[in-house]
């Protein structure tokens, strides 16, 4: 069986190594596993098993996102990028000698996973993770002018015009941009050095496919956000114009129901091995119960994720939600506390361009001489961390609560506003992870690159709860929200 069919591609990287797998060769789950060493935690959250792994499978597993990261291992799977490079050509110049040129100038791109689309069928334009239009000589502007009807309709945010520095391909696309946006319409134009060109195309078709990969989605808000979370409302309008993401309410009751009907669990050695205590250990079968409730849940409502409130918990069935969360998370189904919902929107974001919710936290201390914050909460996915222990939940003493260790190294922290009108994303280094009394159970000290970010938290912050990502990724969020 195929895996990856015509121009579109898998591309495996390992440090600075890359592999192309193309056309009818097989990929078997084993062959994976032996090229990137994978732990094999990361296959059981992505829900793969030992056999074939077509493309359509790969691409239900992993929710179409962009990436999947194993941060413990440094390695990565990046999914197909599908590009399509629509041509204006004008009927005055010879085609042999613009097709020569053509050809020249998109081999320097080092492109693999495009369709070049010559001639004047536009049709497909506006359905791919990104869509270029090759201005390829001077005398396209009437032709673009024409075709703008037709464009507009099925035309994604912005008009992405391609120009190489051959037949006036740049002068024309400077007229078409011009003309766009005399009549208030968003383009621009992509041109420079091969390695300008095709990093801003790898960006745009990657920042396209999260958004893809965003439409559509069924977010699940189980109980209303908690009484404390006076300012992270959200405007479910926008998000769904601008996103494609809807909102599903669902009643606390119904999930405590569940919970109550959940039938035992088997407690896997792993999680019998971290429990710090027997306290913990006998609230394992309870904890787990609550997840079963939770798969049903997203599974009834046919959710790519949820965010819970979860303190309601604690009286009804006396446990906690912060290791079915970090388990949910770890298996690709984003999972929020609190009933935040522009932590949920932040983290479902996050999970479309990396493959990983994030660490939901709170920020508990600030040294903005030092560039430094705290970050804890109780719950962390468990595909973040290297190790992690299990401990009660800090503000009840009850339950179970998740102390993780994640990877020291680059994080980005990211938060969207509940109505998209801005947004936080911001790069530093994880210093250390701890787990000391007196605070949530998964702790991060951040190191922020500009001492100067850490001064939001205290002017403008956008509500309590940021999202922390494991790997820099400021750049591809800012382009990501951009609003046009």
Sequence with gaps: MKFVACCEYARVSIGARKFDTFGTEVLTLGKLQTSLHFHSRLFDNVGLRPKLLTLGKLQTSLHFHS????????????????????????????????????????????????????????????????????????????????????????????????????????????????????????????????????????????????????????????????????????????????????????????????????????????????????????????????????????????????????FDLLGAVHNTGCLALAKLNAEGIVAGCEGDVPALLSMTIANAVLGVSGFQANPTRLNIEAGLILFSHCTIPLNMVKRFKLDTHFESGIGVGISGYMQEGPVTIFKVAGDLSRHYAEEGMLVRSQSRPGLCRTQQIIHMRDAQHIRYFVTCPIGNHHIILPTHCKATLDELMRAD
Excluded at 85 to 101: F, G, N, R, V
Excluded at 143 to 161: D, E, G, N, T, W
Excluded at 221 to 237: E, T, Y
């Design 67 to 310: 990436l999947i990261r194993n941060f413990a291992s440094n390695s990565v799977i990046k999914t197909i990028m599908k590009i399509a490079i629509y041509t204006l050509t004008s009927p005055l110049h010879d085609e042999k000698a613009i097709a020569a040129e053509t050809e020249e100038f998109i081999s320097q791109l080092l492109l693999t996973d495009y369709q070049l689309i010559t001639g004047n069928d536009f049709e497909g334009y506006g359905t791919h993770a990104l869509d270029l239009i090759y201005v390829r000589t001077g005398g396209t502007e009437g032709l673009f002018k024409k075709l703008l009807p037709q464009l507009s309709v099925a035309r994604q945010k912005r008009f992405y015009l391609l120009a190489s520095g051959m037949s006036n391909s740049l002068a024309a696309s400077v007229e078409i941009l011009s003309y766009l946006q005399n009549n208030g319409l968003h383009g621009e134009i992509i041109h420079g050095q091969p390695d300008f060109i095709t990093s801003r195309i790898e960006m745009l078709a990657k920042t396209g496919q999260a958004r893809q990969s965003l439409n559509g989605c069924r977010l699940g808000v189980i109980g209303k956000p908690s009484d404390w979370l006076i300012a992270s409302g959200a405007n479910r309008v926008i998000i769904k114009d601008r996103l494609g993401i809807e909102f599903i309410d669902i009643e606390i009751a119904e999930l405590i129901a569940e919970i109550n009907q959940a039938t035992a669990c088997e407690v896997a050695p792993e999680l019998d091995k971290a429990a710090g205590s027997p306290q913990v250990k006998a609230s394992i079968d309870g904890a787990l119960r609550i997840y079963k409730a939770l798969k049903t849940i997203v599974s009834r409502y046919n959710l790519s994720g949820f965010t819970l409130r979860c």
